[in-house]
């Protein structure tokens, strides 16, 4: 199927080829039911403008588009600052959206569409729907996801190894002697915490203990939550109380700590923790915190650059219906690093044999 043009637009919409090219640059001349009606007849038919062709006839500076879920987010910072170390030495400029729970996808996009600013996007996706990104994409305006909490999405993707991750978290706090380790648990609707879980049950496992359910707690990245569950880990009898805490990210590990404080106990001397993500505030928290680093800066500069290589040269042809399917665009992972800072220490002496344990420990067949 060949591609739509804007002439095309005109004649499905019944306007003519001026009032959408109006409508496509956001203009005040367009009454607003007539603009509405225009942008449904390029979603029912899947159009999308050439970007590139617009801002060359425009002159203007060619431009990517950056989602972001909020520019408070931790991450948000650092993968910016990757992506601009990319975007700066290939002439593009960085414009930033973003899109909080209370504003979707679909909106943003009708946005994108209208200003026909944008060569592409760069997605730091949260929990909204991402459907309406996979249609763009598939549509011919390239989109790249980046720290992707849904594995399966038909996206291009960069992501941490969470799994791996979670091992090396588990492998350090096994090393330390820890038996007897709790997780506080992230969203579990989201990939990455699935990867979490599944890596710190897979660590028991291989060590020869088996994980006790009643040692796993929800957080779900909510402060209140995360303190409520802990504080439970800590009312625990001293020989059935973790003597470690595998927290799903910084954040988490923080609750964690305040609850600790609040029973009376001291990190890491009663009990360690460590985190996940490697925020800048890990360093300076009393005690810094053991974390794991996911490469945030690297993330971005490797989004930019498949971001880029989809966009090609900037000329109206760089768009082709013979693109590669969606599901076979890359999907790198990227790896994670173990930061040992004070937060954690070897196992109270307090604590016999029996009580380090998770529950049964189980004989190897090695």
């Known amino acids: 199927m060949a591609k739509l043009t804007i002439r095309d637009i005109a004649a499905l919409s019944g306007v003519s080829k001026s009032t959408v090219s109006l409508v496509l640059n956001n203009s005040p001349k367009v009454d607003p039911a007539t603009r509405r009606h225009v942008l449904a007849v390029m979603r029912r038919n899947r159009y999308v403008p050439s970007f590139a062709a617009t801002a060359l006839a425009k002159g203007s500076t060619r431009l990517i588009g950056m989602v972001v879920p909020g520019l408070s987010w931790h991450m948000v910072a650092s993968i910016n600052i990757g992506v601009a170390a990319v975007t700066e030495r290939s002439g593009f400029d960085i414009i930033l959206y973003t899109a909080t729970n209370d504003r979707d996808y679909g909106s943003l996009i009708d946005r994108i569409l209208t200003s026909s600013m944008v060569s592409g996007l760069l997605v730091v996706s949260h929990e909204q729907p991402l459907e ?32 791996d991750g979670a091992l090396t978290a588990m492998d350090h706090l096994l090393q330390l002697g820890h038996e007897r380790i709790a997780c506080v648990q992230g969203r579990m609707v989201y990939r990455c915490c699935q990867d979490r879980y599944r890596g710190y049950l897979d660590a028991l496992r291989s060590a020869g203990i088996q994980p006790d359910p009643e040692l796993t707690k929800p957080g779900d990245f909510l402060p209140e939550q995360i303190r409520a569950r802990s504080a439970e880990l800590f009312a625990l009898p001293p020989d059935q109380r973790p003597t470690a805490v595998f927290a799903h990210s910084d954040v988490t590990a923080y609750g964690v700590m305040t609850a600790a404080a609040e029973a009376g106990l001291r990190v890491p001397e009663d009990v360690s923790v460590i985190g996940f993500d490697d925020i800048e505030s890990a360093a300076q928290i009393r005690p810094p915190l053991t974390t794991i680093q996911q490469p945030f800066v690297d993330m971005g500069k490797r989004a930019a650059e498949l971001l880029l290589d989809a966009i090609g040269p900037a000329d109206p042809d760089a768009v082709s219906d013979d693109q590669e399917p969606v599901d076979e665009r890359p999907r790198l992972v990227m790896p994670t690093s173990l930061i040992v800072r004070a937060s954690c220490g070897p196992v109270p002496v307090t604590r016999s044999p029996r009580g380090r344990s998770q529950t049964s420990k189980t004989t190897s067949k090695a």
């Open 132 to 163: 309406p990104l996979v249609q763009l994409h598939s549509d011919g305006l390239p989109v790249v996801l980046v720290n992707t909490i849904d594995a399966d999405v038909a996206l291009p993707s960069v992501t941490a190894d969470n799994y």
